[in-house]
Each structure stands twice: as C-alpha cells, then as structure tokens.
C-alpha cells in the first residue's frame, strides 16, 4: 500500500515517524511524499500545547476531508494527541480507521492486514535530509514540571542500551548523515532509570559514540534539564573530537520564585554558574535556551528578574512561547494567572531583548573562519545555505554562501569566512 506520512511536532516524534516508516517499509508498503500519491495517510500527532493540539485536529480533519472525496481508503492517527486524548478523539472523528499510541507500531501494522516482526528498524522519510539526522536516546520523563503534560503523555523515563544506540547512529552515518542531533525529554537523565540503558551515563554513552563515529561526523546536544548540567559534563563536551560545542539549555525563568512553582529545582546562581562555566571553557561555546513568560504568579518584578538574568548570560540563541494552562497539569489551577495581553507584551520585550544580544554575538564572528555543513545549494542564484557548529537545525539561523563553486552540493563540509553578521543569519564566501 503507498502510505503518506506526516510528521507533527518536535524532532523526537520525526524519529518516531522514521522508526515507523521503517516498520511500515519492512512490512512491503511504500511511503510516498505527497498525499495525492497515497491510497492511506497516517499522521504522527503532537500534544504538548494548546497550538500544537489544535494543528493536529486540523491536519486530521483534512485527511478526512481527503478520504470522503474518496481520494484516501484509510485514515491512522499515531503519537502524543492519541496518547493523551484518546477516548474523545475516538468519538469525535468517527472516519479515523485507526488510532495508535506512541511507538505503538504492533496497532498499525495490524490495522493494515500486515505483521509486524518486533525488530526496532530506522527508515527514512520522503522528506528526510540525509546529512543531519536526529538520535533518540530516551523516551518519557520524569521531572514533573508544574506546566507539563509530557510525563502523562509519554510516561516514565526510559533509555535506549547504549549498544542499539551506537548501532543506530553508525546505520544513520552510513546513510550519509554527517550531523547527529542527540535529542530526548532531558539528556542528562539518561540511563538514570537503571533499566534497559544498562546503568551508563550521558558522557558514557558520548564516549562510546565518539569512538564509533568517523572524526567528521558532528554530534550535537539538544534538550539538557539545567540541573544535571555539571562541570564534568561541560568539559566533556568541551573538549570532543566530535561532541561540539552547543548545548540547549531550557531555564524556563531566571527568578528563584517562579522557578520554585515551575517545580524546576535550581536556583538562578547555579544557572549562572552552568553557564559562565561553559564559556570559560571555550568562548565560543554556542548557548541555546528556552524561556516561558506569563507563567502563574509571575509579577512586574519576577519578569524583570528573568530580563536581568537573560541580559547577564547573553545566550546566543533563544526560543521563548506564554505559558498555556494544559489540562491535568499542577499549574492548570494554580492562583495568579496572567492575562492573554500581559503574556504577549512581556513575550516581545523578552524577545527583542534576545535578538540585541543575538546579534552582538553574531558580530563577534565576523572576519572568521566557520566550518559550514551545506544544506541547500542555488547554483542558478549562486548561493549556498548552510550551518556552523553554532545553528542547530530548524531552530537556529542560517549561513549564506556567497559565490560558490559549481560543484558544491548538499551536505559538503566547506570553509566559510564570515563577512556580514544579522541576528539570527550570517553571510560569508567559502576560503579555497
């Protein structure tokens, strides 16, 4: 059967998409990159937040408005939305002809009249570049943040063996993949649940990946809880062969108050700490975090706090959202809840707040030498788009290569000297 896969979410529910893609292909059937070219579509749903939940309803409702033209034969709905709303989903959209929970790929394969052998199979998407994969190493958490719904949705901390996660990345760089991008709910806790991951820690695992791999192959950290982001850890990274130095750091807030009811345990001065670390160790070292406004509770005073700390660690980048009031989580009912209006003002202070520091940053590289890793190529407008160690996938800015060579492809390593600093980009020429 040609199967149309869409992926809804973050970069852990791609990996998802991609396992399943690999059942799905192992079974005989065949994904496809478009819809129109597909007999059934399944969409592997997010549920985090308010938006995401809603753009999953949407892109459901559109694939049954595909299947009562009698354009698609069956409709499946995979992932986060099934895990946590199952029953009234179920109700709601009777044309779904089947619904299955995360990593339950048994349900699906069985909904399709095939089997499925139990052997856990990295596929590719359609869409899926190559050269930048992304490597889960957990599943599930069990930090308990007031605000979150993850630990109800996708359940209690699980590791992957440190042998299949090794296996899996090898399979990837084979494939041509010369970016890994180690993503889970918090990395530091891997292996903390004593279970499958073998007892073996983060920067054991970094060590064994970094023996496995080709020297050129980038390994980058994504999604690190604060509190378990030590000195040891920040050397280790500082000092790869191919661990490179970017780590995404989510604080949430920088006043010990808000922190406390966010159940984050860490005070600002230990945050200031990881980081001020980290930039001693190399000053170079890429600094990514995530901050919420508006949580409940916050006042004039709390907010400023977070502006201060924001100001003094000078990460070079930030992705910051208000805080939506999910349901079954602690904060839901919680006393002091800010207004619509008041969340967005302080959002776009805190932002144009970060793209000054953002920029500052970015000047500092100017007149410098960046290995780019390429990931789009206009030879027709001779330029190239591409990243550094600096830019994550997706979520980071972007470096353009000007006046490129004619055979220069995606996924090429090149030398870039930085000639112009933005924000979020860069532009520079490639050094021959």
């Known amino acids: 059967m040609k199967i149309y896969l869409l992926t809804l979410g973050c970069a852990k529910n791609r990996v998802d998409s991609e396992c399943l893609a690999g059942a799905l ?18 969409v592997n749903t997010c549920g985090f937040i308010r938006p995401a939940v809603e753009e999953s309803i ?12 009698g354009r698609l034969e069956k409709i499946g709905v995979v992932g986060c939305l099934v895990n946590r709303y199952r029953e009234g989903l179920t109700s ?34 359609p869409s899926t570049p190559k050269f930048t994969r992304y490597l889960k190493i957990t599943e599930g958490c069990g930090n308990r943040c007031s605000y979150c719904a ?19 990345a090898q399979q990837l760089v084979e494939e041509g993949a010369r970016e890994l991008c180690v993503v889970g709910q918090d990395l530091t806790v891997y292996g903390m649940d004593g279970g499958s991951g073998g007892g073996a820690g983060l920067i054991e695992l970094l060590n064994a990946l970094e023996s496995s791999l080709p020297y050129d192959v980038w390994i980058r950290l994504l999604y690190l809880h604060p509190t378990r982001v030590t000195p040891k850890l920040l050397e280790r990274v500082g000092a790869g062969r191919q661990i490179i130095p ?23 001065g ?55 009031a999910e349901e079954g989580t602690p904060a839901e009912h919680m ?17 144009r707040a970060q793209e000054e520091i953002s920029f500052e940053r970015q000047q500092t590289f100017v007149g410098r030498e960046l290995t780019v890793l390429i990931d789009r190529v206009a030879h027709d407008e001779g330029y190239a788009e591409g990243r550094s160690f600096r830019e ?31 924000p979020h980009d860069m532009i520079g020429e490639e050094t021959l």
């Open 92 to 125: 709601e959209i009777p044309s779904v002809d089947f619904w299955a929970e995360t990593e339950d790929w048994e349900s699906v394969l069985k909904s399709l009249a095939t089997p499925l052998d139990g052997a856990r199979r990295r596929g590719s998407l």
């Open 335 to 351: 006393p002091g809840q800010v207004s619509e209006a008041t969340k967005k003002k302080r959002l776009d202070e805190l932002m």
């Open 270 to 324: 230990a945050l200031r700490s990881i980081f001020r670390t980290a930039r001693e160790i190399n000053p170079d070292f890429t600094l990514r975090t995530t901050c919420m406004v508006g949580f409940p509770g916050e006042k004039k005073k709390h907010f400023d706090n977070l502006m201060a700390f924001v100001r003094e660690v000078r990460f070079d980048r930030m992705g910051a959202f208000i805080y939506y």
């Open 150 to 168: 993850i630990p109800s949705i996708r359940g209690p901390l699980r590791s992957l063996p440190v042998d299949v996660i090794v296996k899996e």
């Open 392 to 422: 994550a996938p997706e979520v980071d800015g972007l470096i353009e290569v000007r006046s490129i060579r004619k055979d220069l492809k995606e996924g090429d390593m090149i030398t870039v000297k930085i000639t112009e600093a933005m």
């Open 246 to 268: 970017y780590l995404d750091i989510p604080v949430q807030h920088g006043d010990p108050e808000i922190l406390a009811l966010m159940n984050r345990d860490i005070k600002p």
């Open 25 to 42: 292909k192992a079974a005989g059937h065949e994904l496809v990159p478009a819809v129109e070219d597909a007999s059934a579509a399944i």
């Open 58 to 69: 949407e892109a459901i409702l559109d694939l049954e408005e595909l299947k009562l033209k």
